[in-house]
Every structure is written in structure tokens, then in C-alpha cells.
């Protein structure tokens, strides 16, 4: 009987360990990473405009003033020049429009830049910054996201700090 309960006793450790080293493996390997934006000047035009894609309209049940009616948000993918149409790596906005009715007089409210360093550093990304470019939108506040050969959902970008998920 002591050597059940000795047996019981040690399977239940050998157990223990084990979820523990599941479920701490799985925390520390997170695909999910919270993203720095900062708020850049509301601007007319980027100097090199590679890909701009708005996603889907939502209504407003309560306006930022009185005439506006449906908020949309625009991603925007500038080439960084050193150089006379050369380019070195890439920068990524996230702008925010409100419209009139019937979506009459679309304004700019508000522009963002997102910090892809911090994107690389989060998801241990050694390789220097290539391919970036949206994939689809996914909702009125999420989009897909393929950077550096990984694919990325991101939501919450009404939010200062954007939620990056690794897809693969």
C-alpha cells in the first residue's frame, strides 16, 4: 500500500511539473504583442506612398460633433527614401476618417504611426524589415499583416497601442 500511495504520490509531481512547464512555455512563447503607435500631425500627402487601403465604414451612434455620421480607418504603407527613389525600409500609418451623412465630406481626424521596431523586437524578428503589406481587412478595426515572411492579424487599432497576433 505505501509504495501505491509513494507511486501516486510521485506520478502527481511528474504531473505538476509538466502543466507547469506547459503552461509557462506557452506564456512565455506568446504570438500576441501590444504595439507603440505615436500620434503624428494630420498631413495632406506622404512624400512616398506605396499602398493605402481603407477598410469597411461603421456607423456612429453618437457623433464627434454634430454632422458627423460613420467613422472608417485607412492603413497607409510610406517607402522610407535615402536616396533618390531608393528606399530603405518601410513605415506604416493607421489614419482615422469621420463622414458626413450619406457619406458626405470625409475629415481626417487623426494619423498614427505604428513602431515596427518594436513589432521586430516583441516577436524576435532578426532578419532586417522587408515585405510588409495588408492582406485584407478583417473588420472595421482589425486588418491581416504580412511583414518579414510572418503574417500578423491586428485589432484594436482605434487604440494607441495596437494588438499584433502572429498568424505564422
Not at 1 to 6: H, I, W
Not at 145 to 157: A, M, R, S
Amino acid at each position: 500500500m505505501k509504495e501505491l500511495v509513494r507511486l501516486s504520490i510521485c506520478s502527481c509531481q511528474k504531473m505538476t511539473t509538466f502543466l507547469f512547464i506547459v503552461v509557462f512555455s506557452a506564456i512565455s512563447l506568446s504570438q500576441t504583442h501590444s504595439i507603440r503607435t505615436t500620434e503624428e500631425g494630420i498631413t495632406d500627402s506622404y512624400t512616398h506612398t506605396i499602398f493605402l487601403s481603407s477598410g469597411p465604414v461603421e456607423a456612429l451612434t453618437s457623433g464627434l460633433n454634430d454632422t458627423s455620421t460613420d467613422r472608417s480607418y485607412r492603413v497607409v504603407i510610406v517607402g522610407r527614401s535615402i536616396f533618390k527613389n531608393e528606399f530603405q525600409g518601410h513605415d506604416l500609418y493607421v489614419e482615422e476618417f469621420v463622414s458626413g451623412p450619406e457619406g458626405c465630406c470625409k475629415w481626417l481626424i487623426g494619423t498614427r504611426k505604428v513602431d515596427l521596431s518594436d513589432v521586430m523586437s516583441s516577436f524576435k524578428i532578426s532578419s532586417e524589415p522587408f515585405g510588409l503589406r495588408l492582406k485584407r481587412w478583417l473588420s472595421t478595426r482589425s486588418f491581416e499583416l504580412e511583414f518579414c515572411n510572418q503574417e500578423f492579424c491586428v485589432t484594436d487599432i482605434d487604440k494607441r497601442k495596437l494588438m499584433f497576433h502572429r498568424v505564422k
